[in-house]
């Protein structure tokens, strides 16, 4: 008889069988539109095959009876092609399914004749081997069957771009539990694959594996260094070339072992911790209440006040790792230190941060997944007031300060006015003063000086001894603060200088301060904490000066190496590193900083550049291209963008488990090296995609691969061997790869333009029923009447629209057949 746990996997087995048929038939019925959902239906079709290998919990036979078929090699290839939006209708090139698939069978199949490698130019030589086009597809498949066996077994603290578990959810998660906790850190990985850890994985594998065909290729994949996992190095999650095919589902086996190790070390702080005196505090008692929580259940003797004991939690995305830790210190650092031991001492790892836990409510933040995390305290309704009416005296003030400010420089362009003047005057013999200044240095003037260059001297000379202690020297603060205020009476400027030094005293008072004069202060409230998630604006700052779109002093200016590609492929770059902002950071509380680089530096720097390759001033930019600039949108459009993002965008489109190196790669910087002419062709470099490449480009690395790194919306994995690499994209795969990933446009267009008719042709109709059936019936006098044309129209209006839309007709077939016989002519 089968034991219970073989029964209860075989009963798990045939529901999971019988969701998969009815998914199987649903797809039949009604096929997948988008790309994302073709993917997935694809990877169904695998992982039936899969199921059909397993027996008793284990799974056999996976190379001969599953990958090395050549329908599932097929459908890893047309799996790497929806991930570079090349159409799986295509024919498949040079690809020989048969061949791969018995070489696979037979065991001849050479890993090492099927990569090649690229060598860097610098001084570190760094070498990238990369595999061939038969040993990715075979990687895709070999990638797929992986996930099939492990991912239903993964700990729910890995968000490693799980379908429903990825990068969104790890920061939701952890923004969560840092306002229950204390201590916080992270553990950095770093170490590349070798011997030791590549043994362990294939032990790990064992588990579930029986085939040692499987182990034997992966073995030679290693040797050839194919594999590319590494951990630490570089922000994983960016996708290929340097991450490898297989490194997500690699690494995603390998750290499960520290997953399923958190609970160990979880469970034994938690749950049987001795350190409690009361008798509901027992062992017993706890390790109940850690087990409820773990299912999802909630303890109903505990209470929020009792609630003290000690916490642990933990989250893990790819090699990065956060702790966070409820209860004292020395329970944090010998938490830390178990994890470290483990990742050394069992999995072979090394870690390269050895700090302390810091305290979650006086650290400054901490650096996760590209992203800053703090402990804030929700501020209290009386607090909320006082800063709400310290906003409202800072804008007032700031309103003053700029009618001031507008105030003297009205006045002072009249003095200008007024100088002019006086200087012509000064050149009318009739009406120059012998005894005034002008005429008195009237004997420096050039022979043939215009006035106004004349006066544009005495201007530059005046304000070079005015201003020779001053860092400012424009045009408003001269006529501002050196022209007019100094005669303005002493009253009004004691004044004004008065209100601003008041109203800046009152903003920058602290709140405890004011809060102390409000009636009956509530002091025995207990603070309210919560996660905040900021976006890192000054490494983005950082990335935008070294990407040369802004200056040293943060103003927008034209970035040289995109001038010469076409307009479209420029402003595709500037609204691909937009996309990415918003995608990323439309949660952060800081997010109204974003929009401000959105508006201030990053279109601006657009419009510059457009500026400087058709050499026209900006405002004609903008009113030339005003259609196309839309796509980078302003900071009042960016909201509606979201919605629409969120209101169009499949399920399938959301899931980072499908667009794993899609949605989450950086934007790269790419010059024109060369157009392509019929002497020298080129075709398009991305796998499956038989387009002619109009240009070819040259990459370049702007920083070196750090880890871990911030999350700014500039590529980081690129590694120093493709720094300088050309490439041939065709214009599709070029906009692919400036914009990211996008879901299919032909869908949502098709969608918004039936929408969009839909409602024309309702309104008509129901305005022509209204108009010719009831409106007959309605008493002369009546208001609405006024709204409608008299009956006669009713007939005329829909004669002249059938006569217009018929001679358009006419004309556009007489206009196809002259265009047909000058064809053939």
């Given amino acids: 008889m089968a034991s219970k746990e073989t029964g209860m996997f075989s009963l798990a087995g045939e529901l999971a069988s019988l969701v998969e048929e009815s998914s199987s038939h649903v797809d039949d019925d009604s096929k997948p539109r988008g790309r994302m959902e073709l993917k997935r239906s694809l990877e169904l079709r695998l ?13 056999s036979d996976l190379l001969k009876k599953v990958i090395a078929r050549p329908e599932t090699l097929r459908d890893a290839y047309d799996c790497i092609r929806l991930n570079s939006n090349v159409s799986i209708m ?20 050479d890993v090492a004749s099927n990569t090649f490698s690229i060598v860097a130019r610098d001084k570190t030589k760094e070498v990238l081997v990369l595999p061939s086009v038969a040993l990715k597809v075979v990687q895709e498949a070999i990638r797929i069957v992986l996930e099939v066996v492990f991912s239903p077994h993964f700990s729910k603290i890995s968000h490693s771009c799980r379908s429903g578990r990825g990068r969104a959810s790890a920061l939701k998660y952890i923004s969560n539990n840092i306002s229950r906790s204390d201590w916080c850190f992270t553990l ?3 170490k590349k694959l070798d011997v030791s850890v590549f043994e362990n994985l294939l032990s790990v594998m064992d588990e579930k594996i029986e085939d040692s065909s499987l182990s034997i290729l992966l073995r030679s994949m290693f040797e050839a260094r194919v594999l590319n996992l590494e951990f630490g190095g570089f922000p994983k999650g960016h996708g290929l070339p340097q991450e490898g095919v297989l490194s997500r589902v690699l690494m995603n086996i390998y750290l499960d072992r520290f997953d399923h190790e958190f609970y160990r070390i979880s469970m034994r702080h938690e749950a049987l911790g001795l350190d409690s005196k009361t008798d509901e505090d027992s062992p017993g008692s ?4 850690w087990f409820r929580r773990q299912a999802g259940e909630q303890d109903l003797k505990s209470t929020p006040e009792q609630d003290v004991a000690l916490r642990v939690y933990c989250c893990r995305f790819m090699d990065e790792i956060y702790l966070s830790v409820s209860g004292l210190k020395k329970a ?15 999995l072979h790892l090394d870690i390269t941060d050895e700090t302390d836990p810091s305290p979650c409510d006086a650290t400054s933040g901490l650096r996760v997944l590209g992203t800053l995390v703090k402990k804030n305290v929700r501020e209290s309704h009386t607090v909320k007031a006082v800063h709400k009416l310290k906003e409202k005296v800072r804008l007032f003030a700031l309103q003053k300060e700029e009618a001031w400010t507008l105030g003297t420089v009205r006045i002072g362009k009249k003095w200008l006015g007024h100088g002019l003047k006086k200087v012509k005057e000064s050149e009318i013999k009739g009406l120059a003063d012998s005894n005034s200044t002008l005429s008195q240095i009237s004997c420096h003037r050039k022979a043939g000086m215009e006035t106004d260059h004349w006066y544009k001297v005495l201007l530059r000379i005046w304000m070079e001894d005015v201003l020779r202690t001053s860092a400012d020297r424009s045009e408003e603060f001269v006529l501002s603060k050196h022209v007019v205020e100094p005669t303005v009476p002493q009253e009004l400027r004691d004044a004004f200088y008065k209100f601003q030094k008041a109203a800046a005293a009152y903003v ?8 102390a004069l409000l009636p009956c202060p509530r002091s025995h409230d207990r603070p309210v904490f919560f996660g905040d998630v900021v976006a890192p604006t000054n490494a983005i700052g950082r990335r935008l000066y070294r990407y040369g779109l802004i200056t040293a002093k943060g103003y927008a200016r034209s970035n040289s190496m995109l001038i010469l590609q076409d307009t479209a492929q420029i402003i595709d770059w500037y609204s691909g590193l937009v996309r990415r902002w918003v995608i990323w950071y439309e949660g952060c509380s800081n997010f109204d900083e974003i929009k401000v680089l959105i508006d201030n530096q990053v279109r601006m720097s657009c419009i510059r550049t457009l500026a400087a390759k058709y050499r026209i001033h900006e405002n004609e930019i903008e009113k030339r291209l005003d259609l196309e600039l839309s796509t980078i949108p302003s900071a009042e459009d960016i909201e509606q963008e979201i919605q629409h993002e969120k209101l169009d965008s499949p399920a399938f489109d959301r899931d980072e488990h499908l667009t794993y190196g899609l949605s989450n790669s950086g934007l790269c910087l790419l010059s024109l090296s060369r157009l392509v002419s019929e002497s020298r062709p080129c075709n398009c470099f991305v796998i499956g995609c038989s387009m002619a490449a109009p240009a070819v480009y040259t990459l370049h690395a702007m920083e070196r691969q750090k880890f871990p790194g911030w999350k700014t919306g500039f590529s980081v994995c690129i590694p120093s061997s493709l720094n300088g690499r050309r490439i041939g994209l065709c214009k599709e795969h070029l906009k692919d790869l400036y914009i990211g990933f996008e879901q299919d446009k032909m869908e949502l267009a098709d969608r918004a333009v039936g929408l969009l008719l839909s409602s024309i042709s309702l309104s008509i109709f129901t305005y022509y029923t209204f108009w010719v059936i009831i409106l007959p019936f309605v008493d002369s006098d009546h208001f609405i009447h006024k709204y409608f044309l008299p009956q006669d129209y009713a007939i005329l209006v829909p004669v002249f629209a059938g006569i217009a839309l018929l001679s358009l007709i006419s004309v556009f077939i007489g206009m196809v057949m002259l265009k047909s016989k000058k064809k053939k002519a």
């Fill in 508 to 515: 920058s008072s602290e709140t405890a301060n004011v809060e």
């Fill in 47 to 59: 992982k039936k095959r899969v199921k059909e290998q397993c027996t008793d919990g284990k799974f």
């Fill in 188 to 190: 950095s990985l770093n």
């Fill in 90 to 109: 295509e024919s498949n090139g040079s690809v020989a399914f048969d061949s791969i698939a018995e070489e696979l069978s037979s065991g001849v199949f």
């Fill in 286 to 289: 706890k390790l109940r209440s």
């Fill in 332 to 346: 944090a650092i010998d938490i830390r230190s178990e994890a470290i031991g483990f990742l050394r001492n069992s």
